[in-house]
């Protein structure tokens, strides 16, 4: 996720770009760059926060009204000023920034080195100005939709040139783009914040449709050169919700960015059943060989890794353990040479997770770090690296990260099965294809955000809670029950479905909410026995069940449901009713949604 700014008018266009960038520096910080039009292409970038970039054009200013910028969040390549966007082709007379990713930039990078192109940074986005330029016959809408053609995957671009000055054009595949229309003015950006206090009237740009900007406003058309007539909405959000996009939390914000957070973590990494991890360096004879697999990690991440262990075992048939960090690290492990460490983490700062990691290294493991912040330490510990790519996580409770943690372990199972030959081809076709359909899931899912809601009524009073399941629902049950935990204040226990009547269940009384989590179709009847077990005893049912669970209603005050999948995916998809539940208990019971009380974003101490 980065975010990408233009801008066409009377201004001096540095400023007004800077300032976009500051705005849509939650969507990614680690270097930002603008390049302003004037006759000649300006290129100003540097790494780190947007202040590096203002501190730059302090010294090397940039006159002209016409620019494009961008503040990035790395995927390919280390956040360094070389790869910092706008990149131009050689000549310096063609530039882009970009959103998103290219899915087969390394056969068109082949291509490019082929006809002795040099490259300047290790992007995918780069190859985009050399295409630009070496598409250009005269006209940039052309070379744009050439280039377009070319390049697959879900991104947004901007590009500008020398030779045709006063015009950018940009293009939206997926990754979002809107077009702010001032008084004489026209701003591009990545969302509507960004730019809202210039202007109120804006034009949102569908997929596959490209805009051309000159100072007398913005033409909407199709890729292919249909003209669009796009109506102008007008924005009334206030400054602080539109900072949140329009939710009232960054957390609700961030449960919403879900599908598009699948959709980029799985980007160029799973091509027809093929799964691609540029950072994962092992060969297959080392994945044949794994004797074991250890994950460890903290809170949420430690939830992920519960189902990494569950995938591990069940499909793979290979050993595989999740333990707490803060447990592993003084636990004195059995870890030899042939096993594989996976830590997991988020920020990659944790300094549990990075010292149980550190162990497993001087133990002579391998180590691979599932991450969202490029560069964090835990990626400079490690062998091997996946990053996930959620962009920045602002609530404190973690969601779209998680999300995409999960994913990030799908498709190192699918990697590491392929190579020890121990996954039936037909379940990993299955999983496959059940991830590229994962994105539409989860948007059935956040539709039906008001069950959920309704949900969060029946427990708002409650002192106490419940959230069981068995496998990988028991998962599920453990991270919804600390979101609920940690944003609502409710004390809330996870416990597998089984473990209720060996003590817990003399706590169930009338109305103790229990929720029940059902995907997992092997053990679906045993249950049921214990939702029978929690109804007898007075207590409330909210379960969370398939679409075609036709049983379920009979038990359940609640039911949120999601669409039927491949059970060993459902995690995924049930996981989201039970963050909204959380994010609506705790609205309702009026608390600081995004940062909860006693809790930090990153826990860097012991
Ligand atoms: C809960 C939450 C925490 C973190 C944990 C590990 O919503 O966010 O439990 O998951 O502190 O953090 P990372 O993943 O950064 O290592």
Same mark, same amino acid.
């Given at each position: 996720?980065?975010?990408i700014m233009g801008y066409v008018g009377p201004q001096e266009a540095a400023p007004i770009l800077v300032?976009g960038l ?11 760059g603008i390049a302003v039009s004037n006759g000649s292409i300006q290129v100003r ?17 940039t006159g002209g009204s016409i620019g494009i910028g961008h ?14 966007h706008p990149h131009t082709d050689p000549s310096g007379e063609f530039v882009v920034v970009h959103n ?25 986005s780069e190859?985009l100005a050399h295409l630009v330029a070496r598409e250009y016959d005269g006209d940039l809408v052309a070379a744009v939709r050439r280039t377009v053609a070319l390049s697959?995957?879900?991104y947004a671009m901007v590009a500008m040139t020398k030779r045709e000055p006063g015009k950018i054009v940009a293009v939206r595949k997926?990754s979002?783009l809107v077009v702010g229309l001032g008084d004489g003015e026209t701003f591009l950006a990545s969302?509507?914040?960004a730019v809202?206090?210039h202007t109120?009237d804006f034009m949102v740009i569908e997929?596959d449709e490209l805009v051309i900007v000159t100072d007398e406003g913005a033409t909407v058309e199709t890729i292919d050169g249909a003209p669009v007539d796009r109506?102008v ?155 996930? #790519?959620? /962009?920045?996580? *602002?609530? =404190? %409770? ?9 994913? &990030?372990?799908?498709? @190192? ?123 007898? #005893?007075? /207590?409330?049912? *909210?379960? =969370? %069940? ?9 038990? &359940?005050?609640?039911? @949120? ?46």
């Amino acid at each position: 996720m980065c975010g990408i700014m233009g801008y066409v008018g009377p201004q001096e266009a540095a400023p007004i770009l800077v300032d976009g960038l500051r705005r849509l520096e939650y969507r990614g910080y680690d270097s930002a760059g603008i390049a302003v039009s004037n006759g000649s292409i300006q290129v100003r970038k540097a790494r780190g926060k947007i202040a590096n970039l203002e501190s730059l054009l302090e010294s090397e200013p940039t006159g002209g009204s016409i620019g494009i910028g961008h503040t990035r969040w790395a995927t390919h390549g280390a956040p360094t000023d070389a790869n910092a966007h706008p990149h131009t082709d050689p000549s310096g007379e063609f530039v882009v920034v970009h959103n998103g990713i290219i899915e087969n930039f390394q056969s068109l990078k082949q291509q490019l080195l082929d006809d002795g192109a040099e490259f300047a940074s290790e992007t995918d986005s780069e190859i985009l100005a050399h295409l630009v330029a070496r598409e250009y016959d005269g006209d940039l809408v052309a070379a744009v939709r050439r280039t377009v053609a070319l390049s697959e995957g879900a991104y947004a671009m901007v590009a500008m040139t020398k030779r045709e000055p006063g015009k950018i054009v940009a293009v939206r595949k997926i990754s979002p783009l809107v077009v702010g229309l001032g008084d004489g003015e026209t701003f591009l950006a990545s969302d509507i914040p960004a730019v809202l206090h210039h202007t109120r009237d804006f034009m949102v740009i569908e997929d596959d449709e490209l805009v051309i900007v000159t100072d007398e406003g913005a033409t909407v058309e199709t890729i292919d050169g249909a003209p669009v007539d796009r109506e102008v909405v007008r924005i009334d959000w206030d400054a602080e919700q539109a900072e949140k996009g329009g939710y009232e939390h960054f957390m609700l914000k961030e449960i919403h960015e879900q599908p598009a957070v699948v959709t980029e973590t799985l980007a160029s990494r799973l091509e027809d059943g093929t799964v691609w991890l540029e950072d994962v360096g092992f060969d297959d004879e080392y994945a044949a060989d794994i004797g074991r697999v250890w994950i460890t990690a903290c809170g949420t991440a430690y939830h992920a890794g519960l189902i990494g262990q569950e995938i591990f075992r069940r499909v793979l048939r290979l050993p595989a353990n999740v333990e707490y960090a803060h447990e592993l690290r003084y636990a004195d492990p059995i870890i030899g040479p042939n096993e594989l460490t996976i830590a997991i983490s988020q920020s990659g700062e944790t300094a549990d997770t990075l010292a149980a990691a550190r162990l497993a290294v001087d133990k002579g493991s391998r180590m691979l770090a599932i991450t969202n912040v490029v560069g964090s330490t835990l990626s400079r510990y490690a062998d091997d690296i996946l990053y996930t #790519r959620a /962009g920045p996580e *602002i609530s =404190v %409770a973690s969601t779209k990260a998680y999300m995409a943690m999960l994913i &990030a372990q799908y498709l @190192l199972a699918l990697r590491i099965g392929a190579a020890r030959g121990t996954v039936d081809s037909e379940l990993a076709a299955k999983v496959s294809h059940g991830l590229h359909l994962m994105p539409g899931a989860l948007e059935e899912v956040l539709s039906r955000e008001a069950e959920a809601e309704k949900a969060a009524h029946l427990v708002t009073d409650a002192e106490d809670m419940y959230f069981i399941g068995r496998g990988l629902d028991y998962a599920i049950a453990m991270e919804g029950s600390l979101k609920l935990k940690e944003i609502s204040y409710l004390h809330s226990e996870a416990m597998p479905a089984g473990e209720l009547k060996h003590g817990t269940l003399a706590l169930i009384t009338d109305d103790v909410p229990v929720v029940v989590i059902l995907t997992q179709r092997d053990v679906y009847d045993k249950t049921i026995s214990a939702v029978q077990e929690v109804k007898a #005893r007075g /207590g409330r049912i *909210i379960a =969370v %069940a398939y679409d075609s669970d036709a049983e379920i209603a009979a038990h &359940a005050d609640v039911v @949120l449901r999601i669409p039927d999948m491949e059970d060993l995916l459902a995690p995924v998809a049930a996981v989201v009713p039970l963050q909204l539940l959380a994010y609506h208990v705790a609205r309702l019971r009026g608390h600081d949604i995004d940062q909860p009380r006693n809790l930090a974003k990153s826990v860097t101490v012991e």
